[in-house]
């Protein structure tokens, strides 16, 4: 699960938001899209608890008010928590109400004002809480530590509830822990999504098109860069794919296109030639047959982008046996070969 904590100025504009279905959608646009993602975006909102509050949102947003006035010395009086479950992961209403009462708890507010909110717009489970950071007694709850006190319940959480275990910011953990490697699963899927791109185009805009209907944003620049649905910005040569190395497999994918399509046409018209009985010169067969210096140039064309779609590898070591030189030498040898 995901957690974050903010804290703010204005109760109404919160309760409004978590209140109130998306103002940025029509009617249409909520039926369409509900239908299309498999989600609620009418009437998005179910409250699932609340304490020291009542009323709509006018009246709600008045009595945080009034008791924030009972500390002079709180300027951001508003905790906004919400949790997101990871993708798969589903909890039972009662469960999310429990989850939510333990994090009103860990945030020490447990007894102030709060509000409770389960969202349904979106496929994993979220909630949030509008909750008073003063209360009624006018003591404020501490913000101090805030993200990483949210990134240690949502650890503690995801065990109690055998929840998928997210990976918290390294600078939450411990200075031994932030020596381990880490899987991150969103690098991982960006990576993968990348190779099966790479591997079924042939030009930068179709890569990019094909990026865009999978979810991403794509930010090219002098690097390359990608926005994932939820808003999360990760580089190419993080996950393996700078922009230079993505632009070179694409360049030698329409080069090994170019070639294929030359083989395909000689090929062709050799057939055509046979069948009229004509006969041609070992040199002229050899612009054709799987040991002519065109496969072999598509074979070595096949292997180098295959190398260079493994993201550990970069553009800049390539095996010797896969660069130019090497190409050149055997052909080399094989006409020295042919001519003994």
Known sequence: MIGTVVTGSSFYHLISYVLEDKKDLSETQKKEVSLRD?????????????????????????????????SKRVEKAVFHLSIRLAEGDHLTKDQLIELGEALVKEFNVEDHQ???????????????????????????????????????????????????????????????????????????????????????????????????????????GIGISFIDGKKVKIKGSDVGFSLSKIERIL?????????QLEQKNIESYSRKQSGKNIHYQDDDRLQYNNGSPLSLGIQNLTNLIEWLLQPEMTGNSIPYELTQEAYDRRQKRKKKGRSH
Request: charged share 30%.
């Open 251 to 259: 360049s030698l994918k329409t080069e090994l296109a170019n070639k």
């Open 114 to 220: 709060y509000l409770m909110v389960f969202h349904k717009d979106t496929r994993e489970q979220h909630f949030h809480i509008v909750a008073n950071r003063v209360g009624l007694d006018g003591k404020a709850a501490s913000d101090s530590n805030s993200y990483k006190r949210m990134a240690a319940f949502c650890r503690k959480q995801e065990q109690r509830l055998g929840l998928t275990q997210v990976l918290s910011p390294k600078a939450f953990l411990s200075k031994d822990r932030q020596l381990i490697p880490r899987q991150d699963q969103r690098k991982i899927k960006l990576k993968e999504h990348i190779q099966k791109i790479l591997k079924e185009v042939n030009d930068y805009p179709a890569f990019e098109n094909a990026m865009h209907s999978l979810g991403y944003t794509v930010i090219k």
């Open 38 to 70: 498999g989600v609620q975006h009418k009437d998005r909102a179910e409250i699932l608890a609340f304490n020291n509050c009542f009323g709509d949102k006018y009246e709600m947003a008045e009595q945080f008010r009034d008791v924030a006035r009972l």
